[in-house]
Structures are given as C-alpha cells and as structure tokens.
C-alpha cells in the first residue's frame, strides 16, 4: 500500500499547491480593492534608547484585516503584493499612514522617530523621493524623523536606481536604516558604498550572544565597524532581559523586541509606550 499511499499523498500535495496558487492569485486582485476599502492597517513596535530605557521611536509594520482570512502578517501578502505594481500603492500607503500617525503623536507631545519599511519595487523606482518628500510636507513633519529601512538584498538588485534614489533621499534629510544586517551576504561594503545612517542588526546576531562567547564577539566586531563609520545601532530581536544586558556591554544605540514591547493597533501603542505625552 505504500505505492497508494504515495501516490495519495502526491495527490493531496499537488492539491494543497493548487489551493495555495488560487489564493495568491485571488489575494493579488484583492489588494488594490482593499486599499480602497481601507483593510490594511498599521501597527507599531516600540524602540528604546539602551543607555535611560526611553522610548526613541516606532517602527510601522503592514498588516492586513482581510474579510475572510482574518488578520494577515506581511509574510502572507508581502510577496505577492511585491510581484505586482500594487506595491506601489501600497506602499504609497503605509507612509501616508505612518507620517499622519507620526505628526498626531509628535503634536501630542512627543518627538519619536518613524521607521517605515520600503519594499525593493519601491527603492527602484525614481518617484520615490517624490513621493515621500511630498508626503511628510503635507503632514507637517521633518523627514529626519522618518527612517527608512532597506535591506541588502535589495541593493544587489539594482545597484544604480537604488544608489540615486537613496543618496537623494539622504539629501533630503531622510534617515536611512539597512535592515535585517546579517540575514543576507552582509556585505561590509554596502555600508560604505550606500547612504544609510543607520545599522539594524537582525535577531540572528542578537540572541546567540547570552550562550555563545564567539556570537558576541562579532556582533561586538559589527558595532564597532558601524560606529567608526558614524552610523547608529539598533539590535532587533531583543526577546529576554539577559540579551538585554549582555547587548548594555556593547555600544548599541537602540533595541527592539518582544522584551520591550510587540507590535500593536496606534491606540495601544500610545496607552502603553507613551506616557510622556500631553492629554
Ligand atoms: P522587519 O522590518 O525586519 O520587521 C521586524 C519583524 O520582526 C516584524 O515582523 C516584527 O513583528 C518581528 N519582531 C519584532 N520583535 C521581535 C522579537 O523579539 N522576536 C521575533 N521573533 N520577532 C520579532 P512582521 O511585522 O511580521 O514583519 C515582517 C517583515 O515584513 C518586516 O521585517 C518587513 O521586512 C516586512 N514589512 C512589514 N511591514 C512592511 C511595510 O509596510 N512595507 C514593506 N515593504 N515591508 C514591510
Ligand atoms: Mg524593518
Ligand atoms: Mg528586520
Ligand atoms: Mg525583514
């Protein structure tokens, strides 16, 4: 029976493959329409500075309430959404959404930095700057308070766009962060061939280093090159309060994680993160 079961099983898969590739296919058509009707949301997770523990920033993540299949993570749409021009306006979305929601706080009485995530369609296209430039005129807000996070893989792909776009982001006053060091190929050389302020050391690197002499010694090797080329630091991943007080005896600027805070709906963000601000 083993030939049945297996072929049973070849059938099943095949059949879980095409249920999948009609669901791609169907949320691929969906996204534009749920932009419209107002189905992705953003939520934000909170950064602290290590040295006093004050809350630095946010960082917006997508999210998507779709109708049917509940509350969608980036990992079930992103990629879809990536394979088709919609990225752009969905993209286009997550700023507007993150820089109304950054100008609302900091007119409350904070002054937090707001991490967005671009995707690489996005950092390819020249429009970008525009886009983004435009977008924090019409909310009020400085760009230096917005940091755009990028990743290494997305500077493999088209090395010029992506350099032209960025050094004109950086020119216009944008912080720009590279995401996820340590995922990819982590190529030392993007940190200095690209405009990025900032270095955001992926949990890969971060939560070895309680159990692991040698993992700390190379995140401590990472910080320090990054700090020699003036960029600022923040580890993500941050899980346990041991990881945070091994990360004290490094020069880390700022931590995210699951420790310090998940990523939640605005109004929870602003119950629990900002204490500080004006009622
Ligand atoms: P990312 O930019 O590296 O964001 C951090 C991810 O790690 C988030 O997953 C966050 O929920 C998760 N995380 C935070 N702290 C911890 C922790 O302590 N432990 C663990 N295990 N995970 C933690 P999320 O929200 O599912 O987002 C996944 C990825 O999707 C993001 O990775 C980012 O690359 C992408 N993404 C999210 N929102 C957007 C967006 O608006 N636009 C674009 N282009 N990409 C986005
Ligand atoms: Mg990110
Ligand atoms: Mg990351
Ligand atoms: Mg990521």
Same mark, same amino acid.
């Given at each position: 029976?083993?030939?049945?079961?297996?072929?049973?099983?070849?059938?099943?898969?095949?059949?879980?493959?095409?249920?999948?590739?009609?669901?791609?296919? *169907?949320?691929?058509?969906?996204?534009?329409?749920?932009?419209?009707?107002?189905?992705?949301?953003?939520?934000?997770?909170?950064?602290?500075?290590?040295?006093?523990? @004050?809350?630095?920033?946010?960082?917006?993540?997508?999210?998507?309430?779709?109708?049917?299949?509940?509350?969608?993570?980036?990992?079930?749409?992103?990629?879809?959404?990536?394979?088709?021009?919609?990225?752009?306006?969905?993209?286009?979305?997550?700023?507007?959404?993150?820089?109304?929601?950054?100008?609302?706080?900091?007119?409350?009485?904070?002054?937090?930095?707001?991490?967005?995530?671009?995707?690489?369609?996005?950092?390819?296209?020249?429009?970008?700057?525009?886009?983004?430039?435009?977008?924090?005129?019409?909310?009020?807000?400085?760009?230096?308070?917005?940091?755009?996070?990028?990743?290494?893989?997305?500077?493999?792909?088209?090395?010029?766009?992506?350099? @032209?776009?960025?050094? *004109?982001?950086?020119?216009?006053?944008?912080?720009?962060?590279?995401?996820?060091?340590?995922?990819?190929?982590?190529?030392? @050389?993007?940190?200095?061939?690209?405009?990025?302020?900032?270095? *955001?050391?992926?949990?890969?690197?971060?939560?070895?280093?309680?159990?692991?002499?040698?993992?700390?010694?190379?995140?401590?090797?990472?910080?320090?090159?990054? *700090?020699?080329?003036?960029?600022?630091?923040?580890?993500?991943?941050?899980?346990?309060?041991?990881?945070?007080?091994?990360?004290? @005896?490094?020069?880390?600027?700022?931590?995210?994680?699951?420790?310090?805070?998940?990523?939640?709906?605005?109004?929870?963000?602003?119950?629990?993160?900002?204490?500080?601000?004006?009622?």
């Amino acid at each position: 029976w083993a030939k049945d079961g297996g072929r049973h099983a070849a059938s099943l898969y095949s059949a879980d493959i095409d249920r999948w590739g009609t669901q791609r296919l *169907k949320l691929r058509h969906e996204i534009r329409p749920a932009i419209e009707l107002q189905q992705f949301v953003l939520h934000y997770q909170p950064q602290f500075r290590l040295k006093d523990n @004050t809350i630095a920033g946010a960082e917006a993540l997508v999210r998507w309430q779709h109708p049917k299949l509940g509350l969608l993570s980036p990992a079930a749409f992103l990629e879809i959404a990536e394979a088709s021009p919609a990225i752009n306006e969905l993209g286009a979305w997550v700023f507007d959404e993150a820089c109304r929601q950054l100008a609302l706080w900091n007119q409350q009485g904070c002054n937090l930095v707001m991490s967005i995530n671009v995707s690489a369609r996005q950092l390819g296209n020249y429009s970008l700057p525009e886009m983004v430039a435009s977008c924090v005129r019409k909310h009020g807000i400085d760009p230096g308070c917005i940091k755009i996070e990028i990743t290494e893989s997305m500077l493999s792909q088209d090395f010029s766009t992506a350099e @032209t776009v960025l050094l *004109k982001l950086k020119e216009l006053g944008f912080r720009i962060a590279l995401d996820d060091f340590g995922t990819g190929y982590s190529n030392f @050389t993007y940190l200095n061939r690209f405009p990025v302020t900032s270095l *955001k050391i992926d949990r890969s690197f971060v939560q070895p280093i309680t159990h692991d002499a040698s993992a700390l010694a190379m995140l401590n090797g990472i910080i320090g090159l990054a *700090k020699s080329l003036k960029l600022s630091v923040i580890c993500e991943g941050v899980e346990t309060e041991p990881q945070r007080t091994m990360l004290r @005896t490094t020069n880390c600027d700022l931590i995210q994680g699951y420790l310090t805070g998940r990523p939640v709906p605005p109004d929870e963000f602003f119950e629990l993160f900002l204490p500080n601000r004006r009622q």
